[in-house]
């Protein structure tokens, strides 16, 4: 088997992604691509990420895999149920998303949507059909030889964390919070996005702990979310040699 590259939360950062492109190696057929999810939301061009990792999933030569992500899990929520609790805090960065598939300027800090931008964001009206299928058909999770790759981690049940194929509610991974898996968990390599690395602790990390907003590498997870689309890198870790790439 090749080599996985894995890649953390992209949330609208299309210049990271490009940038974070050009220092990876050249790809052979036997390696695989896999998108840890959060590819909207925050940054500017969240339409043209999609369009993008798309494509890539289409027609990259090598295996490409596109995890879901808690920000895609809840604009499908949005779509289905209405859920107006997600659109308008301003660090969930929505209107950011809005308006970078209806134009206009990024928001202002603070800035609430107009009026008719919440009427289109409440019914997710903005997105194209495409798009909204695409998120409904990624997967919650992945496994290959090298690691088991999910967007926030792993869910534990009577004093133990669960594989994947275990989780009869295989949303919480998309969604959990547990430093107690950070901390705890114990098994096959687990690689993950979703919570700021500057957040877990750090000396547990063997990668760089003299920088919290980089890669975190505790003895079995290793956590990507670096800040894409709010001010920090886009990273991607390549295993099984732990080589890391960053967009900075």
């Not at 009427?119 to 690691?147: I, K, N, Q, T």
């Not at 959990?176 to 979703?194: D, I």
Request: net charge negative; charged share 30%; aromatic share 10%.
């Amino acid at each position: 088997m090749g080599r996985t590259f894995a890649i953390g939360d992209l949330h609208g950062d299309l210049d990271a992604f490009h940038r974070l492109a050009e220092r990876l190696p050249p790809l052979a057929e036997d390696d695989t691509i896999v998108f840890l999810g959060d590819y909207i939301d925050r940054g500017p061009r969240s339409r043209e990420v999609v369009e993008l990792v798309r494509r890539l999933d289409r027609d990259e030569r090598c295996e490409v895999v596109c995890l879901r992500g808690n920000h895609e899990d809840a604009w499908l929520r949005v779509i289905d149920e209405g859920w107006p609790e997600f659109l308008l805090p301003g660090p969930n960065g929505c209107l950011a998303m809005y308006r970078s598939y209806e134009g206009g300027p990024m928001p202002r800090p603070g800035e609430y949507p107009r009026p008719d931008e919440l009427d289109r964001m409440e019914r997710g009206a903005f997105l194209p059909e495409a798009h909204v299928a695409w998120m409904r058909s990624l997967p919650y999770w992945y496994e290959d030889e090298h690691a088991i790759y999910v967007h926030a981690g792993l869910v534990e049940r009577g004093g133990r964390f669960l594989h994947p194929s275990e989780a009869d509610t295989p949303i919480a991974m998309l969604w959990t919070r547990s430093r107690r898996f950070f901390r705890e968990y114990a098994g096959k390599r687990v690689v993950v996005g979703h919570t700021a690395t500057e957040l877990l602790p750090q000396e547990l990390s063997t990668h760089t702990p003299e920088d919290p907003t980089d890669l975190w590498a505790g003895p079995c997870v290793v956590a990507l979310d670096t800040g894409a689309g709010k001010g920090g890198f886009l990273t991607c870790v390549e295993l099984p040699a732990m080589n890391v790439y960053e967009s900075r």
